[in-house]
């Protein structure tokens, strides 16, 4: 089993930054690609994000494309989501996710493992 557990939401204003971690731990060595999905409230969750084992490729939804960057680290088992000129229409709970295999995914349903989300708040 693999555990994560993301960190780092919280509310900031339209233009600003954040930066989610995603923490994982236990049998950490099954883990392939790491991705980052989203949802807002009444809406189906969406896919933001995946970056490869190696980290070597990435992957954004356009609504990200040039805002945020994926990264990792697979000596610290995390990943990271770094958050920039943030709009109001990203406010959601954002999930950190693990898959097995180092394919990359947009589809929820391939990954294996979530953590609990972490809510990001954008304000006008």
């Known amino acids: 089993q693999v555990q994560l557990v993301e960190s780092g939401g919280g509310l900031v204003r339209a233009g600003g930054s954040l930066r989610l971690s995603c923490a994982a731990s236990?049998?950490?060595?099954?883990?392939?690609?790491m991705g980052w999905f989203r949802q807002a409230p009444g809406k189906e969750r969406e896919f933001v994000s995946a970056?490869?084992?190696?980290?070597?490729?990435?992957y954004y939804a356009d609504f990200v494309t040039g805002r945020f960057t994926i990264s990792r680290d697979n000596a610290k088992n995390t990943v990271w989501l770094q958050m920039n000129s943030l709009k109001p229409e990203d406010t959601a709970v954002y999930y950190c996710?693990?898959?097995?295999?180092?394919?990359?995914?947009?589809?929820?349903?391939?990954?294996?493992?979530w953590g609990q989300g972490t809510q990001v708040t954008v304000s006008s």
């Open positions: 996710a693990a898959k097995y295999g180092n394919n990359y995914s947009d589809d929820e349903k391939f990954y294996n493992y």
């Open positions: 970056i490869i084992r190696s980290g070597g490729s990435t």
């Open positions: 236990g049998r950490t060595f099954n883990i392939g690609a």
